[in-house]
């Protein structure tokens, strides 16, 4: 029997490092946002004291259809958004997971290869 290694049918972070990630081998160097169904924008926020709640209403409409869960990469270190900034999240019943944006990428690669609608939203400061 010879096995061969899966290839998912999404779009997957492939390598990352401070202050970019690798989106099927292309290397992005600015914050984004990657959602299962196959887009990717750039997302216009290049450090965590900017956020606003408008960042975060602008992942509801996304993919074709809202997601199920948004995974947010925070930087290299560890940063939760006040509740006001993801109460268009929240509202919807959608869940929002904080991490830092290493981690943030190999969940997203893991939920994505599940199937599951996820979209993740990583901020490279820089």
């Not at 779009?11 to 099927?24: D, K, L, P, R």
């Not at 900017?50 to 992942?59: I, M, N, V």
Request: with cysteine; net charge neutral.
């Amino acid at each position: 029997m010879k096995l061969h290694a899966d290839k998912p049918d999404v779009q997957t972070i492939t390598a990352y490092g401070e202050g970019w990630v690798a989106v099927n081998g292309q290397r992005h160097q600015t914050s984004l946002v990657l959602s299962s169904s196959g887009r990717l924008a750039p997302w216009n926020c290049s450090r965590f004291d900017e956020l606003t709640a408008s960042h975060f209403d602008s992942l509801l409409d996304f993919p074709p259809e809202p997601p199920e869960l948004v995974v947010f990469g925070s930087g290299a270190r560890l940063h939760f958004p006040r509740p006001a900034l993801l109460k268009s999240l929240i509202e919807r019943r959608i869940g929002i997971e904080t991490m830092d944006t290493a981690a943030a990428c190999r969940t997203y690669n893991i939920l994505a290869g599940e199937g599951r609608r996820v979209v993740v939203a990583l901020l490279l400061e820089v």
